[in-house]
């Protein structure tokens, strides 16, 4: 908190903090966030003007969130082929990816990141795209579940086959998201 402060009057302009402070008479911490700036006011001079907020609660929770969220990648995770979500307008942008999607169509993760703004259908080998697509889109537009069978463009060119189970999850009035778990062979 010290250092905090020092470097508030060095810099005389606006300063955020968490810190966190023992509360014996709970026998826990709590977490304090500090919202502060120096003022000069023409008959004292400088003032230090800082709003304290308790985020105790706030914390726990976002560290519960965080707790939460890596159990769930970890099962994802451990789905065989992998998972992935698409959002579905005039292309297929993928939204979400697994550890398991990129690794199967011989892409890092990094690679494969920086494609996921681009029409996942272009992955698709060209003899089965046109019908993936429209039965992709036939399983956002009824709502039905369906398993599809095509193959998928690898890396370096080659082919390999996919089974993909496809359901919807949400649908907008400009897009749809889809859910999709690749199953390579």
Partial sequence: MQ????????QRGALQHSFRVWDAARKTYRFIRID????????????????????????????????ANEKMQDIVNAIPGGVAIYKMTDIFETVYFSDGVPALCGYTAEDYHALRLQDAALRIYAEDSERVVARAMEVVRTGIPATLEFRKVHRDGI??????????LARTRASSASMCFPQYF
Avoid: H, K, Y
């Fill in 3 to 10: 250092s905090a402060l020092a470097q508030l009057r060095d």
């Fill in 36 to 67: 502060a700036s120096i003022r000069t006011l023409p008959q004292t001079g400088a003032v230090l003007v800082a709003l304290l907020l308790d985020v105790s609660e706030q914390f726990t929770l976002q560290t519960q969130l965080n707790t």
């Fill in 159 to 168: 082919s390999s086959g996919c089974a993909s189970r496809s359901a919807p």
